[in-house]
Each structure stands twice: as C-alpha cells, then as structure tokens.
C-alpha cells in the first residue's frame, strides 16, 4: 500500500513556508524589514527558539537578510535580474525602450485579461484605492510617476501569477531608476497628464465590470499611446539639438 507514517511537522519548517509563501506572492516585497523577534514570534504563534531557527533556515536560503543594529529585512531577491552592464547597455540605446514598452504591452495585457476574470474583489479594491489617489495626485509629477507605476503592479498581483509577478516587478524596478526613459516627463505637460489619467480611468472602469477584452484592449491603447509619446519627445530632443548647432552658427560660434 501507498501510504506512509504521518510525520509532525517542526514549527521552524510551518514558519519557513509560510514566509516563503508570503515572498513568492509579492506579499512581503524586497527590503520590508520584519516586526521584531518577539513580536513577531507573537503573531505566528511560536516560541523564539522556533522562529530564530525559521529565519536563519530563511537567512541560509537567501530570501532574508540581518542588519546589525537595524532588524531582519526581506532579501533584494531580484537585485541579479539583470546586471549593471546589460542595465547601461539598454540605458544608451533608444531601440530597447520601444521594445521595453512592446514587452510591457504584450505583458501587462495579458495580466489584465487574467485580472478581469480572475481577480478577487479586494483585488480590485486594491486597485480602485490606488486609481483614487492618482485622480487626488493629479497635480504632482513625481507623485503620479510612482502611482502610475503602482497601479500597473496592482494588476499584474491580481492576475495571480506569481512568474509574472517577479518578472515584472524587476522590469519596473528598472523603469523607477530611469534605466529606459524619464517617467515623470510624460507627467509635466497638463494635457498629457489628463490623457493618461482617462487611460488609467478606462483600464480601472474595464476591470470592475470584470470585462476582460475591453481591459487589455484598454491597456493596449494606454502603452501605445505612451510609446508614441515618447517617440515624439525623442524626436524633439534630436530635432532642439540641431537647432542649437543652428543657432550656434547663425551667432558665428
């Protein structure tokens, strides 16, 4: 017979899981520092010993880290996803920006089909409460930048797939340090900001009625629209560059 002696598990090992689990799906996100020992031994119902035994299984596996003096922090588990020499590679060149965004179309059209149909309703609650205070937020670039990026992680989490979660996590990691374009350039022009937010508007009102072609279609509008604002601030800048050679010359410099 198939069967086997049911063996109990270690408290350290319920532990082990349960944070692994809560990093796998984007819960406890990169450099969230952990409540302290005791606290935290509190909450999960589990004497010290048990959880110091937990953390440096956890410590040993990569995916924490201690700093002296300040606590146990969720490891950048992500920081290798791409190497500093690949990260200047994209940053000089224009072409991986356009295929940074086909990416990101491809990508995020999928996680919001899946969102649609798969998402809880806290899920899209979540991503209603970060709509709300883009809508608030609607007068501070930088502000809007990191919003904007939010909003989009909120519909990848609520696809439910935790491949896409990491992966796209690390691609905005990247679009945060400006390894491909400036963010926060498509936010200064006021009517570029109300073009967006009625793009975010229609991804947010597409997912509520769980309409998942009208979602995708949505998000297919939005990052076509962004790429072919950036192409045109690409072109403005080479276009002012010429002029400037122009003016320099028409000056006798």
């Known amino acids: 017979m198939p069967f086997r002696p049911v063996i109990p598990e270690k408290l350290s090992t319920a532990v082990v899981r349960q944070v692994e689990q809560l990093i796998l799906r984007g819960i406890l996100k990169p450099e969230k520092q952990l409540p302290p020992e005791r606290e935290l031994a509190e909450r999960l119902g589990v004497s010290r010993p048990s959880l110091r035994d937990a953390i440096a299984q956890l410590q040993e596996a990569g995916l924490l880290i201690s700093k002296p003096g300040a606590g146990v922090f969720v490891a950048d588990v992500l920081g290798s996803a791409f190497s500093p020499a690949l990260m200047a590679l994209f940053a000089r060149h224009d072409e991986a920006a356009m ?143 010429v002029a400037l050679q122009r003016l320099d010359h028409a000056r006798g410099h």
């Open 99 to 241: 295929d940074y965004l086909s990416f990101r179309r491809d990508m995020e059209g999928l996680a919001a089909e899946r969102a649609a149909r798969l998402g809880s309703d806290t899920d899209l609650a979540v991503i209603s409460a970060i709509f709300a205070k883009m809508e608030t937020a609607h007068d501070n670039p930088e502000e809007e930048a990191t919003l904007d990026a939010q909003f989009h992680m909120s519909i990848v989490e609520a696809s439910h797939n935790v491949v896409m979660l990491h992966m796209m996590r690390s691609m905005y990691d990247l679009l945060r340090g400006g390894v491909f374009y400036n963010r926060q350039m498509m936010f200064k022009q006021q009517t570029k900001r109300a073009v967006l937010l009625d793009q975010h508007r229609e991804i947010h009102d597409a997912l509520l009625a769980r309409d998942s072609v009208a979602a995708r279609t949505a998000v297919d509008a939005h990052l076509t629209y962004v790429e072919r604002a950036l192409l045109d601030q690409q072109r403005a800048e080479r276009h002012e560059d």
